[in-house]
């Protein structure tokens, strides 16, 4: 029993230490901190007033220092994005077309590397500064709209100065996306290796795959006058929801316009009184201010 105890000890002491040696971020090594991300990011997905309506979903960066580089320089020098996008509703139309996501660098509001969301985009103030070019980038799909397409981006920086600065979260891209029903899209990395992936390139040279959160999925829907909870159904429930929150520090409706039923411009208890005589006394239909 004594030796079973020890063989445990020793095998608990082993194991500290290969978790003291590993690194941190076993796909780069040098990773000082939080490892290298890659986040996609919708800004407005869930709820359309009308269709076709515009989508934008960001990809951002969580960046910081490695052992090699972090004074003065850091350790991203270029990106290679290959991501991919399907979508439920196959009758319809959702696209990321090439006039709504130009890649030539303008702070406009079809470019990708555009400041978005009160965020600056890293890659646009970096060309500006000279430390950044773009070599690739396609969207494949547009003349198809009835089948899932794919992005590709490749953008380096110059080695001599600082390329990629350190942050949690920089802005890389913002895509637009039209659709024009209520459907669920889907964003991937390709799967086919070894160039259809998402890569980071170090300022060494060295390549690696960074972390991401993919795939990811949205559903873009219109939004319902009255059905505070998004469930797209008007029943009792979005009473509850109501209630909860105006008084009970409850979630917001989904979105907001949809718990205001009288469409006065405030959500307040005559919307609850005005959904109850919908609900429980013929009264009229939750209005649709749009
Ligand atoms: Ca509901
Ligand atoms: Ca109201």
Redesign the pocket.
Known sequence: MRRYLLFLIVGVILLGFSDFASAQCPEDTLDLGDCDTLHVVAWDAEYCDSFPCLVHVSLLVTHDSNAVYHQGHDSIMGFTLPLAWIYTNSSAYCSLTSEKNNWQYSDTENGIFRHFGGKLNRLFELYEMGKMWVVSTYIFNPSSPDRPGSFGLGAFCGSASQAWWEGERLLLVTWTFTVSDTMMVCIYEPITPPGDMVWFTRIDAKVYRPRYNMPFYMTVKLYMPGDANGDGVINSADLVYLINYLFKGGPAPKPLQAG?????????S??IVYLIDYLFKAGPAPLDCR
Not at 261 to 267: G, L, R
Request: contains cysteine; charged residues 35%.
């Open positions: 205001d039923v009288n469409c006065d411009e405030v959500i307040n005559a919307d």
